[in-house]
């Protein structure tokens, strides 16, 4: 073979990828998902039923040390932001398990609403999340506005809060 063969090839195979991406995720990459999860109260939350503000949706796990560290931030954010309609939905990874999840909320008097997602199917869903903390920031219309992988910044979240919810 020769190496234009090997770009052509390439090419193809990234193609498509590509095209297996958009089939799988409906073409719409930048939605969040039309999930259900369960929280550890046994709630049932569906994403679309945040829809007119703004949410934020965490993926964390309670041996993580960059999920612990950024614990405060939400904390912070549930305390400025609830009361304004912004929901932050913390996703325990399929691998946590439920009393750990629980024993954490309560030690760390969590907030915000912790859900379980004991079959991975959520994780999958937000684009196979496999890495934590991994944080979504969804538009009222359900748009990512911005997926962060490790701890985010306060203040930029702050900021981007604010807009959506000056533009809702």
Same mark, same amino acid.
């Given at each position: 073979?020769?190496?234009?063969?090997?770009?052509?090839?390439?090419?193809?195979?990234?193609?498509?990828?590509?095209?297996?991406?958009?089939?799988?995720?409906?073409?719409?990459?930048?939605?969040?998902?039309?999930?259900?999860?369960?929280?550890?109260?046994?709630?049932?939350?569906?994403?679309?039923?945040?829809?007119?503000?703004?949410?934020?949706?965490?993926?964390?796990?309670?041996?993580?040390?960059?999920?612990?560290? *950024?614990?405060?931030?939400?904390?912070?954010?549930?305390?400025?932001?609830?009361?304004?309609?912004?929901?932050?939905?913390?996703?325990?990874?399929?691998?946590?398990?439920?009393?750990?999840?629980?024993?954490?909320?309560?030690?760390?008097?969590?907030?915000?609403?912790?859900?379980?997602?004991?079959?991975? *199917?959520?994780?999958?869903?937000?684009?196979?999340?496999?890495?934590?903390?991994?944080?979504?920031?969804?538009?009222?219309?359900?748009?990512?506005?911005?997926?962060?992988?490790?701890?985010?910044?306060?203040?930029?979240?702050?900021?981007?809060?604010? *807009?959506?919810?000056?533009?809702?």
């Amino acid at each position: 073979m020769n190496k234009n063969n090997n770009g052509t090839y390439l090419f193809i195979a990234l193609l498509i990828g590509f095209a297996g991406m958009l089939y799988l995720n409906g073409g719409q990459l930048n939605q969040a998902p039309n999930i259900t999860v369960n929280t550890i109260t046994g709630e049932k939350i569906s994403i679309a039923s945040l829809r007119g503000k703004p949410a934020l949706i965490t993926f964390w796990a309670t041996d993580c040390p960059g999920c612990v560290k *950024e614990i405060p931030h939400l904390k912070a954010l549930h305390a400025d932001y609830a009361a304004k309609g912004v929901n932050i939905i913390a996703i325990a990874m399929q691998h946590d398990r439920p009393d750990h999840v629980i024993a954490m909320t309560k030690d760390r008097e969590l907030p915000y609403t912790i859900a379980l997602d004991p079959m991975g *199917e959520a994780a999958k869903a937000f684009g196979n999340v496999r890495l934590t903390p991994t944080t979504f920031l969804l538009t009222p219309d359900s748009t990512i506005a911005m997926q962060k992988l490790g701890v985010f910044d306060e203040k930029a979240m702050r900021q981007q809060l604010d *807009e959506l919810l000056a533009n809702s």
